[in-house]
């Protein structure tokens, strides 16, 4: 997949409202999971800290590619020639 493919992909992803909610839905799950888990569930917690995380990175990926995605856009449109 090119650079283009990615960012149209990307875009659509993050304008999609089910995406959205689904981040948001998973999100405040495990939220809500942690903050229930008892001070003993150690591997419990660790797991849920997890996942929180890998979904903070799975959503920072693709903003991340469509940040880019606009910072070369506007470079090629201010400096066509580099």
Known sequence: MNKEEQLGRANAL???PLFNEAFE????DLLNRWESSGSTEVEARESI?????????????????VETGHMNEILEKQHPFI
């Open 49 to 65: 800290w997890l996942a929180m995380r890998l979904l903070d990175r799975i959503h920072a990926h693709i903003t991340s590619i």
């Open 14 to 16: 993050l304008s999609d």
């Open 25 to 28: 839905v998973l999100k405040k």
